[in-house]
């Protein structure tokens, strides 16, 4: 149960796009569709902004999507906002009831 | 509205257990899976325990495998984790996660989270 790979960092201007990516293995990211993506915040609870890969919780705004290729996945925020500068974590179900997360990626809006 | 409360943290010497209890509303509670994941003050997430819906199934981190026990109260509507032998990384702010539906793994509603504190 090793945690994804996250880069520690990202930053874009506003209204540019950044894209942070995931990668584990075949045992988790690569062999199911269940990935992940939530914001948190400093001092608050994460929140859920993407699940089964792509799928968006109703209220979560859709410059936020997310995408697979193998054994990486990837979180995309489009026309950056200042409220967007937060941690961002991916996590995957990884079989045998059991998920691991990523290390997080400290996005900041420049 | 979702409602998710952990209470239970405390500071506690090394070896010694703890049980944290994460009581719940504004939902079908007994529909739901839920998991405990836990944050090191200023550090990332860890996955530590998940159960199905009705208790029948689950899961655990390598970290806590053997000496953490989660079990649910439909009733109660309450999840609990037991935590025995606890040692120095346990230490963490222990939050409660409600699955989705359909995916359990994807939390969709946090408590506020509980501090364990387990000095070296």
């Known amino acids: 149960q090793s945690a994804l790979t996250q880069p520690p960092s990202a930053s874009g201007s506003p209204g540019q796009s950044v894209t942070i990516s995931c990668t584990g293995t075949s045992s988790d990211v690569g062999g199911y569709n269940y990935v992940s993506w939530y914001q948190q915040h400093p001092g608050k609870a994460p929140k859920l902004i993407i699940y089964?890969?792509?799928k968006r919780p109703s209220g979560v705004p859709g410059r936020f999507s997310g995408s697979k290729s193998g054994n990486t996945a990837s979180l995309t925020v489009s026309g950056l906002q200042a409220e967007d500068e937060a941690d961002y974590y991916c996590n995957s179900y990884a079989g045998n009831n059991n998920c691991v997360f990523g290390i997080g990626t400290k996005v900041t809006v420049l | 509205e979702v409602l998710l409360v952990e209470s239970g943290g405390g500071v506690v010497r090394p070896g010694t257990s703890l049980r944290l209890t994460c009581a719940t509303a504004?939902?079908?509670?007994?529909?739901?899976?839920l998991s405990w994941v836990r944050q090191v003050p200023g550090k990332g997430l860890e996955w530590v325990s998940g159960?199905?819906?009705?208790?029948?199934?689950?899961g655990y981190s390598d970290s806590v495998k053997g000496r953490f026990t989660v079990s649910r109260g439909n009733a109660q509507r309450s999840v609990y984790l037991q935590m025995n032998s606890l040692r120095a990384e346990d230490t963490a702010l222990y939050y409660c996660?409600?699955?989705?539906?359909?995916?359990?793994?994807?939390?969709?509603?946090w408590g506020q989270g509980t501090l364990v504190t387990v000095p070296s």
């Open positions: 159960i199905n819906w009705n208790g029948g199934r689950t």
């Open positions: 996660a409600r699955g989705l539906g359909g995916s359990e793994f994807s939390f969709d509603s």
């Open positions: 089964e890969v792509n």
């Open positions: 504004g939902f079908t509670f007994e529909d739901f899976a």
